[in-house]
């Protein structure tokens, strides 16, 4: 299941390494290196969870938690901090933070944490969803159709596991970027179009039930329907 993160961290180093690592781990990652940037982030784009420095440029992990919780924005917040006092933890839970890790850390805990927090947040780790004649597993990265395996690729099984997700709801081409490609994304880029047909190949062809639904000049709905 996508989880798309935002990590906000100016030591490259550090950013580096846990960007790297969270992406091996099949996350979506975001990156913001000021606080000013951070904040807009947060309120512009819905991530599932943000990993915080408290020493940041222009506004510190404090201040920013405390401006995403008073616009009302509930996403998990795991805050990352050099020092150990109990004073400094207290501070950065009481300024809406849910978690507090210490550095240095090991990338294991911190991969722990975010799991956590997603879990909390959503469905993010259900382990798997059945449907008729459909099953997603995403522990195992595996879905069938009435027993048969379909093979997908990483960003093929990215995209069905986002549409699953919000099953029976309309999601649009931007939303469906946003989380399952990266910031970068070209909103006038095809490529959503592209890989809705390559999973309906793989999923629709041959069945009278349809998964994958278009609605036409807003997005797409996964709904085990009859056209």
């Known amino acids: ?15 580096s390494f846990v960007r790297r690592g969270l992406i091996e781990e099949g996350y979506s990652v975001d990156v913001s290196i000021d606080g000013r940037d951070a ?49 400094e933890r207290v501070r950065g839970l009481d300024s809406g933070a849910d978690d507090y890790l210490v550095k240095p850390f090991s990338f294991e805990e911190l991969s722990a944490r975010v799991r956590a927090l997603s879990r909390r947040h959503g469905e993010f780790w259900q382990p798997s969803v059945e449907l008729g004649n459909f099953k997603i597993d995403f522990a195992a990265h595996k879905v069938t159709r009435q027993e048969r395996v379909i093979n997908l690729t990483a960003k093929e099984f990215a995209l069905l596991a986002y549409l699953v997700r919000n099953r029976g709801n309309v999601v649009t081409r931007t939303m469906i970027a946003e989380h399952v490609w990266d910031q970068h994304f070209d909103s006038f880029s095809n490529i959503v ?35």
């Open 1 to 15: 299941m996508i989880v798309r993160v935002l990590l906000v961290e100016d030591d490259e180093v550090v950013s």
């Open 39 to 87: 904040f807009h982030r947060a309120l512009d784009v819905s991530y599932d969870v943000i990993i915080l420095d408290v020493v940041i440029p222009f506004i510190d992990g404090f201040e920013v938690v405390r401006g995403i919780r008073k616009e009302g924005r509930r996403v998990p917040v795991l805050m990352l901090s050099g020092k150990n006092s109990v004073e």
């Open 193 to 227: 179009d592209v890989y809705v047909r390559y999973l309906r190949v793989k999923l629709d062809d041959g069945f009278q039930s349809k998964l994958i639904h278009t609605v036409r000049g807003v997005g797409y709905v996964f709904s085990p329907q009859t056209e």
